[in-house]
C-alpha cells in the first residue's frame, strides 16, 4: 500500500463536491410553477441526492479506482488501497425540501487505520465551502477560521437538528443536562450547518448535541472541527468510529471538558 | 383620519428595513477574534435588536410622526391616526448568534380596523426580501412568488422552531395531530424563514404550526403568505388578532382545511 499525497486528495474532494453541486443546484428551490412529473416534485431531495451520488462515485472509479466508497444511498465499495471516501451528497434534505440553504455536501477521505484525514462540507447555493484535513488549519472559502474561545456557558449556544434523534431514555435525560448546562440559547434544525458555524466561531460559543447519526453524517466534520480548535467525539468523549450513533462537538476544550462530565454524571 | 397611500408606506417599508440591515450586519458572524468587551459577543443578537429598533423608530418619527409603533424591544408608540407599525428587527435571534441567514427583520402595517396591510420580511446577509400589500400579489426581490398548489400529504413539510413552544397539553396534542397528519418531512428551526419559504412555493408545500407566537412575530408574514396563494390563521381557522399565541401557515386552502379539521377533532 503505498500513501497517499493528502494535498492532492483535497483537491480531488473539491472536485467531488463541484460535480455534486451540479447536480444538487438543479433541483434546489424549484419553484411549484415549474411543471415536473405529477406529485414527485418533493422527492426531488432524494433524486438529487441519487444523482448527486452516481456522478461522485463515477468520477472516483475513473480517477482513484484503487479507493473504496462508504455511501448513503447506494452499495460501498470495497476498497484496495484501504482508503475510503464516505460520501453524503445531501446532509439536511429536509432543509433542502423547504427551500433552507442550510443543507450541505459532505465528503471525506478515511485511512486504512479508520481515521478521517480530510473533509469537505459544501453549501453550493451560498458558496460556503469548508474544508478540514489532517494537522492543517480548516478553511472556510480559503480563509483559515477558529472556534470561539469563551467558556462561559450562559453564552454558550446548544444546536441540534431534531427531538425525534434522542430516542432511548438516557438520550433524553442526556439532552435535558446538557441543555441545562448550557444556560444560552437553543436551536434546531441545522444538520452539518450547525458543526460547520461551530467551526466558523461565528458570534456566540457552541455545543451540538446529537445522535442516531451515521458515518457519513459526521466524519467530514471531524477534521473541519479539528482543525479550527475544537472538539468533536461520542458522548463518552473518545474519538468517532464507523460505528458511532452519538456525536458531542463543542467550540473548545473547556466546553467539551465540562460537557462530558455532565453526560457522565449518571 | 386620512386614507393612506398603501404604495408610498410600502416604500418607506424597505427604507425601514435598509437602515435596519445596516445594524444587523454591523453584528452578524462577527468572528470570534474580533475583540469587542469581554464575554458581551453573544449578546449581539439583542445588542443589534435594540439598536436597529431604535433607529426605525426615529425614522418613523420624524417622517410619519402621527403613526403609532407596536414593538419588540421598548415601549409602544401610541397612534394618532389609528395606524401602527409593527416591528421586530432579529425574528429568530439564535440562528442570528448561531450564524445562520435564516433570520429576519419583520416590518409590518396595521390599519385603524385592525387589518395588517403591509408587511416586509428581510434578510440583509442573503439579500432576500418578501414583501406583501393587500390586494397585491407577493414579490421576492420585485419578483411575484406563489405557493406550492400540490395537496398531497405525504409530500407536506412540517415547519415548527422549536418544542418549547407546544406548551400545553393540547399543544402537544395537536402537534402529535398535525406530525401524523402530514406525511412527509418535520423541521425544526426556521423561525420566519419557514413561512417565507411556504410563500415562495420551494419544492415542497409546506404547513406551519406554532404556538407562544407574539404578534410581532407573525403580522408582517400575513399579507406575505396570503399575497402568494398560502392560507395563514389561528388554529381555530379565525384570522390572526393582536392577542392571538397559535398560529397555523399552509400552502394552500386545501392542506389548510385538512388540518383545521384536524386541529378541531378531539
Not at 134 to 158: C, F, M, R, V, Y
Not at 224 to 243: D, F, P, V
Request: net charge negative; hydrophobic share 40%; charged share 20%.
Amino acid at each position: 500500500m503505498k500513501n497517499i499525497d493528502l494535498e492532492i486528495m483535497v483537491g480531488f474532494a473539491e472536485e467531488l463536491a463541484n460535480l455534486a453541486s451540479k447536480v444538487t443546484l438543479k433541483y434546489f428551490r424549484i419553484p411549484q410553477s415549474v411543471e415536473t412529473k405529477s406529485n414527485t416534485i418533493s422527492n426531488m431531495a432524494s433524486i438529487a441526492d441519487t444523482e448527486a451520488e452516481d456522478a461522485m462515485v463515477e468520477l472516483i472509479k475513473e480517477k482513484f479506482p484503487e479507493f473504496g466508497v462508504i455511501r448513503e444511498e447506494g452499495d460501498d465499495i470495497i476498497s484496495k488501497n484501504g482508503y475510503n471516501w464516505v460520501l453524503d451528497p445531501i446532509d439536511g434534505s429536509s432543509s433542502f425540501l423547504a427551500g433552507r440553504a442550510i443543507w450541505g455536501t459532505l465528503i471525506a477521505l478515511v485511512d486504512p487505520n479508520n481515521e478521517v484525514i480530510l473533509g469537505v462540507m459544501d453549501q453550493p447555493y451560498t458558496k460556503e465551502r469548508w474544508v478540514g484535513a489532517k494537522n492543517a488549519p480548516t478553511l472556510l472559502n480559503g480563509q483559515e477560521i477558529s472556534t470561539n474561545k469563551s467558556s462561559d456557558l450562559n453564552q454558550t449556544i446548544l444546536a441540534k437538528t431534531t427531538p425525534h434523534m434522542f430516542i432511548t431514555n438516557k438520550q433524553k435525560d442526556v439532552l435535558k443536562k446538557i441543555e441545562n448546562l448550557c444556560g444560552g440559547k437553543s436551536i434546531w434544525g441545522g444538520d452539518c450547518y450547525s458543526y460547520a458555524s461551530l467551526a466558523s466561531g461565528y458570534s456566540s460559543p457552541m455545543t451540538v448535541l446529537e445522535s442516531d447519526m451515521n458515518f457519513y453524517d459526521f466524519a467530514a466534520l471531524i477534521p473541519i472541527i479539528q482543525g479550527a480548535g475544537g472538539r468533536i467525539t461520542n458522548w463518552q468523549g473518545n474519538s468517532l468510529k464507523l460505528e458511532d450513533k452519538e456525536v458531542l462537538a463543542t467550540s473548545n476544550e473547556v466546553l467539551h471538558k465540562l460537557a462530558i462530565e455532565h453526560i457522565n454524571n449518571h
